[in-house]
Structure formats: C-alpha cells, structure tokens
C-alpha cells in the first residue's frame, strides 16, 4: 500500500465509513432496509432518536444519494423515505455487519466469562 494520509478522502473505505458515521445513520438505514417508511414509523422504530437527529440524518443521507424522500400529492399529502439504489447496495454489507457483531459479542462474552472463571479460580 503506498504512503498516503487515509484522512485526505483518497481512501474509499474511508470516505465510506465517514459519509456513514454517527450514532443514528446505521440504524435509519437498517429500519429502511426492509422498506419504505414514514417519518413517524421511522421514529418510532429507531428508538431513542430525536426529530432533529432524524431530519438532519436523513437530509444527509439524501444528499449523498443513499435515501429518497418520496412526497405523496394525494389528500392527505405524506412523505416517504426509502433507499435509493446506492442505499440498496449497502444492505447486504449491512446483513454481513450484523453477521459479524453478533460473532464478535458472542466472542467476547466467551471471552467475559473465561476471564471471570480464571479470576475466580485463582
């Protein structure tokens, strides 16, 4: 791998893991992987999350092409989102995402109770 600053924005993995950063992104796209959503039902399921934090994350993800805002002309008017086919994309990194967690918090509860047993034993 040649030198280069990985901060610079000439690493794609980088740059990924930058436009995907912060508490909430993770989670919005997880929830709209498995559809479209109202602003609402999106709320409610990412739990914890404030209307700021949502309208902000998903103002962002939109401007980077990986979530569509979808506004209804009928009556009521309602707005969806959804991924784009950018954001499609992600989902089966986010299946292998999750995959992995789950295989590292089992590793590591292993490893919590093998250090607990050997800390008891001594």
Known sequence: MPDRNLYDGSCEIVAALNLLSGRWKLPILWKLSYGNMRYNELKRQVHG???????????????????????????????????????????PALHELKKWGEEQAHFEKQLRLNTDFQSTNS
């Open 49 to 91: 999350i404030t209307n700021i934090m949502l309208t902000r994350s998903l103002q962002e993800l939109e401007a980077h092409g990986i979530v569509i805002r979808i506004q209804y002309s009928e009556i009521p008017p309602h707005v969806e989102y959804g991924l784009t086919e950018a954001g499609l994309k992600l989902v």
